[in-house]
C-alpha cells in the first residue's frame, strides 16, 4: 500500500507525483496509508471526486472518528470557521459573508486590484535586482486586498502571515500550530470589539453587527474571520509565485499571454494555471457517515476519504493531454476550487486577483526571469498549500 502524500519527482515541480498516476489508471479508489497509520479511501479520478464532494455522507469535520488528517490535530482545531462543519451549521454561517465575495461586489473592486499591483511593481523596479517575488510582490498583493476587505490594518502583515505560514505547514508542531491559531484568534477577537465600538465599511463590522445582534457568538466570529484572513491570502499568493516560476518553464506560454490584449485570453489562463497547479494539493478530506457504495466499492461509515484533486485535474478522460499547461484551453471544468457545499467562497475574488496580475506582471517586466536554477527553488512540499517559499527573480 502506498503512504499518502507521496513525493513529486524532483525533475517535475508542478506535477502530482507519478505514483498518483498510476493510481489512477488502475481504479477510481484504492487504499493508501497515512502517517498515523490509518488506511483512508484516496479518490483519484474526477468524476468520483465530484460525486463524492456533493455528497451530504461525507463529513468535514475534523473530531469525527476516522477523519484522515494531515498530521496530529492541533489543540482547538475544530474551531476555524465553517470549512470544518457540515450542513446545516456551515451553511449557517457561510451564508453570513457570501455577498461581500459575491461576483458583481467583487467585479467592483477590479480599479483598486489594479491600483494595487501597479504601486507594488513601482516599488519592485525602483528596488534591488534581483529580488524575491514573493516578499516583494506575490504576498502583498492578496494581503493588501483581504486586509482592505475584511478591514484589517496591513501594518500587522507580519505577524498575521507569520501564523498563518505556520497553520499550513505540517512540519510546525500540532502545539505550535495550536499556538498561531490561538494567537490569530486572539487578534481577530481584538479586532472585532474594535469594528463593535467603531463600524466601518468592512466584513469585520459586519460580523461584530451580528455578534451584537446575537446572532453570531464572539468565538464563532473570530473563526470566521480567521478563516477568510488565512485562506485570502495564503492561496493567491502561492498562485502568484508558482504561476509565474511555472510561466518561465513554459516560455511560449509566457509569450502568448505577453503579447495577448484578450480578456479571454487572461481569464483562459487564469483557469489553466489553476487547473494545472492545484495548489490545495493534500486533498480535500472527509469522513464517511454512513456506508457509501461508489465504482464497485464501500465506503464504510467511519473510514476516512480523500479526493486527490490534483490528478483530478489532469484526469485523461475529461482534459485532452492533461499534463500540458495549455493557455488557450476552452471549457475547463477543473476542481482547483474544490466541489459542493464546500466549494471556494473567495474564488471571484482569488480570479480577479490573479487577471489583473498575470495581465499586468510580465508586461510590465518583460524581461523577468528566474535568478536561481528550478532546482535551487525551495518548493512548499512540506505545506497543505503548494507553492513556493522564495522566488528570486531578476530582469
Ligand atoms: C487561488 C486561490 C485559491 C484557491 C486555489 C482556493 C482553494 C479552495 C478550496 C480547494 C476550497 C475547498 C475546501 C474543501 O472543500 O474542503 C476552498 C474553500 C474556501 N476558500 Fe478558497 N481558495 C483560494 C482563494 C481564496 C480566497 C481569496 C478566499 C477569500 C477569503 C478564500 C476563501 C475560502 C473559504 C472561506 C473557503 C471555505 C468555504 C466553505 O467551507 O464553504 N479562498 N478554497
Given at each position: 500500500m502506498h503512504t499518502f502524500p507521496m513525493a513529486r519527482a524532483a525533475s517535475c515541480p508542478f506535477d502530482p507525483?507519478?505514483?498518483?498516476?498510476?493510481?489512477?489508471e488502475e481504479a477510481p479508489l484504492t487504499r493508501v496509508e497515512l502517517?498515523?497509520?490509518?488506511?483512508?479511501?484516496?479518490?483519484?479520478?474526477?468524476?468520483?471526486?465530484?460525486?463524492?464532494?456533493?455528497?451530504?455522507?461525507?463529513?468535514?469535520?475534523?473530531?469525527?472518528?476516522?477523519?484522515?488528517s494531515p498530521a496530529p490535530l492541533r489543540p482547538g482545531a475544530d474551531s476555524i470557521g465553517f470549512i470544518l462543519m457540515d450542513d446545516p451549521e456551515h451553511m449557517r454561517l457561510r451564508r453570513m459573508v457570501t455577498a461581500p465575495f459575491a461576483m458583481k461586489r467583487v467585479a467592483a473592486m477590479r480599479p483598486a486590484v489594479q491600483r494595487i499591483v501597479d504601486s507594488l511593481l513601482?516599488?519592485?523596479?525602483?528596488?534591488?535586482?534581483?529580488?524575491?517575488?514573493?516578499?516583494?510582490?506575490?504576498?502583498?498583493?492578496p494581503s493588501l486586498v483581504i486586509c482592505e476587505l475584511l478591514g484589517v490594518p496591513y501594518a500587522d502583515h507580519d505577524l498575521f502571515q507569520a501564523h498563518s505560514?505556520?497553520?499550513?505547514?505540517?512540519?510546525?508542531?500540532?502545539?505550535?500550530?495550536?499556538?498561531?491559531?490561538?494567537?490569530?484568534?486572539?487578534?481577530?477577537t481584538g479586532l472585532l470589539d474594535k469594528k463593535a465600538a467603531e463600524p466601518a465599511e468592512d466584513v469585520l463590522s459586519g460580523l461584530a453587527a451580528r455578534v451584537t445582534a446575537g446572532e453570531l457568538t464572539r468565538r464563532e466570529a473570530a473563526g470566521m474571520g480567521v478563516l477568510l484572513l488565512i485562506a485570502?491570502?495564503?492561496?493567491?499568493?502561492?498562485?502568484?509565485?508558482?504561476?509565474?516560476?511555472?510561466?518561465?518553464?513554459?516560455?511560449?506560454?509566457?509569450?502568448?499571454?505577453?503579447s495577448s490584449d484578450d480578456p479571454a485570453l487572461v481569464g483562459s489562463a487564469v483557469e489553466e494555471l489553476l487547473r494545472y497547479l492545484n495548489i490545495t494539493h493534500n486533498g480535500r478530506r472527509r469522513s464517511a457517515v454512513e456506508d457509501i457504495e461508489i465504482a464497485g466499492e464501500t465506503i464504510r461509515a467511519g473510514e476516512g476519504v480523500i479526493m486527490a484533486n490534483d490528478i483530478g485535474n489532469r484526469d485523461p478522460a475529461i482534459f485532452d493531454n492533461p499534463d500540458d499547461l495549455d493557455l488557450t484551453r476552452a471549457g475547463n471544468?477543473?476542481?482547483?476550487?474544490?466541489?459542493?457545499?464546500?466549494?471556494?467562497?473567495?474564488?471571484?475574488?482569488?480570479?480577479?486577483?490573479?487577471?489583473v496580475v498575470y495581465s499586468t506582471l510580465y508586461r510590465r517586466i518583460p524581461t523577468l526571469r528566474l535568478a536561481a536554477g528550478?532546482?535551487?527553488?525551495?518548493?512548499?512540499h512540506d505545506g497543505s498549500v503548494y507553492g513556493v517559499y522564495e522566488l528570486p527573480v531578476t530582469w
Amino acid at each position: 500500500m502506498h503512504t499518502f502524500p507521496m513525493a513529486r519527482a524532483a525533475s517535475c515541480p508542478f506535477d502530482p507525483p507519478p505514483q498518483l498516476k498510476d493510481l489512477q489508471e488502475e481504479a477510481p479508489l484504492t487504499r493508501v496509508e497515512l502517517w498515523d497509520g490509518s488506511t483512508p479511501w484516496l479518490v483519484t479520478r474526477y468524476d468520483e471526486q465530484r460525486t463524492l464532494l456533493q455528497d451530504p455522507r461525507l463529513s468535514s469535520v475534523v473530531t469525527r472518528p476516522g477523519y484522515p488528517s494531515p498530521a496530529p490535530l492541533r489543540p482547538g482545531a475544530d474551531s476555524i470557521g465553517f470549512i470544518l462543519m457540515d450542513d446545516p451549521e456551515h451553511m449557517r454561517l457561510r451564508r453570513m459573508v457570501t455577498a461581500p465575495f459575491a461576483m458583481k461586489r467583487v467585479a467592483a473592486m477590479r480599479p483598486a486590484v489594479q491600483r494595487i499591483v501597479d504601486s507594488l511593481l513601482d516599488d519592485l523596479l525602483a528596488g534591488p535586482n534581483p529580488v524575491d517575488l514573493v516578499e516583494a510582490f506575490a504576498l502583498p498583493v492578496p494581503s493588501l486586498v483581504i486586509c482592505e476587505l475584511l478591514g484589517v490594518p496591513y501594518a500587522d502583515h507580519d505577524l498575521f502571515q507569520a501564523h498563518s505560514r505556520n497553520l499550513v505547514s505540517r512540519s510546525v508542531s500540532p502545539e505550535d500550530r495550536g499556538a498561531s491559531f490561538g494567537a490569530l484568534n486572539e487578534y481577530l477577537t481584538g479586532l472585532l470589539d474594535k469594528k463593535a465600538a467603531e463600524p466601518a465599511e468592512d466584513v469585520l463590522s459586519g460580523l461584530a453587527a451580528r455578534v451584537t445582534a446575537g446572532e453570531l457568538t464572539r468565538r464563532e466570529a473570530a473563526g470566521m474571520g480567521v478563516l477568510l484572513l488565512i485562506a485570502g491570502h495564503e492561496t493567491t499568493a502561492n498562485m502568484i509565485a508558482l504561476g509565474t516560476a511555472a510561466l518561465l518553464e513554459h516560455p511560449d506560454q509566457l509569450a502568448l499571454l505577453r503579447s495577448s490584449d484578450d480578456p479571454a485570453l487572461v481569464g483562459s489562463a487564469v483557469e489553466e494555471l489553476l487547473r494545472y497547479l492545484n495548489i490545495t494539493h493534500n486533498g480535500r478530506r472527509r469522513s464517511a457517515v454512513e456506508d457509501i457504495e461508489i465504482a464497485g466499492e464501500t465506503i464504510r461509515a467511519g473510514e476516512g476519504v480523500i479526493m486527490a484533486n490534483d490528478i483530478g485535474n489532469r484526469d485523461p478522460a475529461i482534459f485532452d493531454n492533461p499534463d500540458d499547461l495549455d493557455l488557450t484551453r476552452a471549457g475547463n471544468r477543473h476542481v482547483a476550487f474544490g466541489f459542493g457545499i464546500h466549494q471556494c467562497l473567495g474564488q471571484p475574488l482569488a480570479r480577479l486577483e490573479l487577471q489583473v496580475v498575470y495581465s499586468t506582471l510580465y508586461r510590465r517586466i518583460p524581461t523577468l526571469r528566474l535568478a536561481a536554477g528550478l532546482e535551487k527553488i525551495p518548493f512548499k512540499h512540506d505545506g497543505s498549500v503548494y507553492g513556493v517559499y522564495e522566488l528570486p527573480v531578476t530582469w
